[in-house]
């Protein structure tokens, strides 16, 4: 491209670089969902359809931003993150955030159209979601992030599942049932949900308590060094491919699940391409 006399204009561009040898963790979230989920009428507390949605719209991401090893998904939140050493968009903040938020909300589009056939999106009333982006400087600090939001996860699931609970089932106005559960703890609520109601809180389903977790089959996916178009073609190909694994297991407590995790992210970042 030619150079012209208003290309200076581009040293206003800042440089967003993220720190080198960090994890990036890119969280998207629904913006307004309270209203959203009203709008279309979402089962409460939680909408089974409404979450699956979700997890098609971040699977989206995996396929199509390179170098997301792992997500973990709630309510109307996921959070992405990349292997250590990625060097998409040579780590440019702005970059990586704009590609996952916009591709996460085009698959959570194209998701509904098959999930709500009969529920279609309004015009004026579109899902939409915001992004921002971490870095986390070692294993230990990304484990204490991921658990931070499954804890986030469980309480707000124990808290939703006895409010709707004593509304539904209890026939308490929501003033009423938010009045009640003031200054209880996880134990009391616990006890209304099984006393009251015959509800033990342990056997509601996994996804509600602890969330979703994305994870490649097996991270075969190897980047090629310094790829022709061919393996390079080839190499996308084979990202489209493979198999995601939807968990919902315990990231707060399972060691083995982040030495699995762990193992496939070092042979996945030593072949990282540098360039
Ligand atoms: P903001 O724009 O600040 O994020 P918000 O209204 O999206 O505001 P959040 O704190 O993100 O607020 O909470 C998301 C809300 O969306 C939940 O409180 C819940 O009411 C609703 N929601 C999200 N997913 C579901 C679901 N699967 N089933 C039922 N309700 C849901
Ligand atoms: P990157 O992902 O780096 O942005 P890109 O392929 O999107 O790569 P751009 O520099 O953004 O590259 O250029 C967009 C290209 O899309 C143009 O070069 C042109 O080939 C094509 N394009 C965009 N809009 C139109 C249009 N309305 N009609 C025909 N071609 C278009
Ligand atoms: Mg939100
Ligand atoms: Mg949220």
């Known amino acids: 491209m030619a150079n012209s006399k208003f290309e200076y204009v581009k040293l206003?561009?800042?440089?967003?670089?993220?720190?080198?040898?960090t994890y990036i963790v890119i969280r998207v979230d629904g913006r307004g969902f309270h209203q959203f989920s009203k709008k279309y009428d979402f089962e409460k507390p939680n909408d089974l359809n409404a979450l699956n949605c979700m997890n098609k719209a971040a699977e989206g991401v995996m396929r199509n931003v390179q170098d997301v090893f792992l997500a973990y998904g709630q309510s109307d939140e996921y959070s992405f993150v990349f292997l250590k050493d990625t060097n998409l968009f040579e780590r440019r903040a702005s970059k990586l955030m704009s590609t996952v938020v916009s591709t996460f909300t085009a698959n959570y589009i194209h998701a509904w159209s098959q999930l709500f056939p009969n529920n279609p999106l309004d015009g004026n009333f579109?899902?939409?979601?915001?992004?921002?982006?971490?870095?986390y400087p070692d294993v230990q600090s990304l484990k204490d992030y991921f658990s931070w939001r499954q804890a986030d996860c469980h309480i707000n699931n124990l808290y939703n599942t006895t409010f709707w609970?004593?509304?539904q089932k209890g026939q308490l106005t929501p003033h009423d049932a938010q009045t009640k559960l003031i200054g209880t703890l996880s134990a009391d609520k616990n006890e209304i949900l099984f006393t009251d109601f015959g509800i033990n809180y342990n056997n509601e389903p996994e996804m509600f308590k602890k969330g979703s977790i994305l994870r490649w089959e097996k991270l075969d996916h190897k980047y090629p060094k310094n790829p022709t178009k061919r393996q390079l073609d080839k190499y996308r190909k084979s990202v489209r491919d493979a198999k995601i694994n939807i968990l919902h297991c315990d990231i707060i407590k399972d060691e083995q699940f982040w030495n699995d995790v762990l193992a496939e992210e070092d042979t996945a970042a030593t072949t990282t391409p540098t360039s």
């Open 12 to 21: 206003y561009e800042s440089d967003d670089r993220l720190l080198p040898r």
């Open 126 to 135: 579109l899902p939409t979601f915001d992004s921002r982006a971490v870095m």
């Open 165 to 167: 609970t004593l509304v």
